[in-house]
């Protein structure tokens, strides 16, 4: 079954820093991987998709990048700003018999501090 | 700019009340998805619809039924309530259901007592 873990739960930063969040999965046979941002109270909104024949994805500030054999990805936030603050979730997708399924890790809450 | 729409955005049941909640997508996209977030439970597939007129069992479905009425709208219901399904449900579309990028509602806050 496959598990997706995200770190760290929760981060701190100034404004300006530049950031990474962490996301593992444990099957590395997935389709592609997408980062989400989740602002409190509201929906999901997709900031990235990763393709498994990709290395990286890049948005802006945001770049996210994807080592299948290793189940990791990374997303790194440049010149953070409050405006960042929200939690960040990745979710992968197996393809195949896991048809329309995406598995969710739990997120990173990120707080951009002034 | 409605992307996906939700109603209602919040309800209080009582235990073994029904009551169904409706999505609409206006992207034309072929799939749905109906989700619940939970803490520390992260978000997990109730249901979903590949296209219009099929509909299948997702991760976690017992306690609830779904209907894609047509392209555009797909709801789920609670047939009777139990607090376990106290939850915030959200539904989502994408074009294929091959992982491409998916698209959520903003929500429906649903709390059983």
């Known amino acids: 079954k496959q598990e997706v873990t995200q770190i760290p739960a929760a981060l701190s930063v100034p404004e300006g820093e530049n950031l990474v969040l962490n996301c593992s999965f444990t099957?590395?046979?997935?389709?592609?991987l997408q980062w989400f941002r989740q602002d409190p109270g509201k929906g999901l909104t997709s900031l990235l998709l990763?393709?498994?024949?990709?290395r990286e994805q890049t948005s802006g500030r945001l770049n996210a990048s994807l080592d299948k054999s290793s189940g990791r990805s990374t997303l790194y936030i440049a010149a953070s700003q409050p405006g960042d603050s929200a939690t960040y979730l990745c979710a992968v997708y197996a393809g195949g018999t896991s048809y329309g399924k995406l598995t969710f890790g739990q997120g990173t809450i990120l707080t951009v501090h002034p | 700019n409605a992307g996906v729409t939700q109603t209602p955005k919040f309800q209080v049941l009582k235990t073994g009340q029904s009551m169904t909640l409706q999505c609409a997508q206006d992207?034309?996209?072929?799939?749905m998805y109906w989700y619940r977030q939970d803490p520390g439970m992260g978000l997990r597939l109730i249901y979903y619809s590949a296209s219009e007129g099929t509909t299948d069992k997702g991760e976690v479905p017992n306690g609830y039924n779904v209907s894609r009425l047509n392209k555009r709208e797909f709801s789920l219901r609670l047939e009777s309530a139990a607090p376990s399904q106290t939850s915030v449900y959200f539904c989502a579309s994408s074009d294929r259901p091959s992982g491409n990028t998916i698209y959520f509602g903003e929500g429906s806050w649903l709390t059983v007592v």
């Open positions: 990763i393709q498994s024949s990709q």
């Open positions: 099957d590395s046979a997935i389709y592609n």
């Open positions: 992207m034309n996209h072929n799939s």
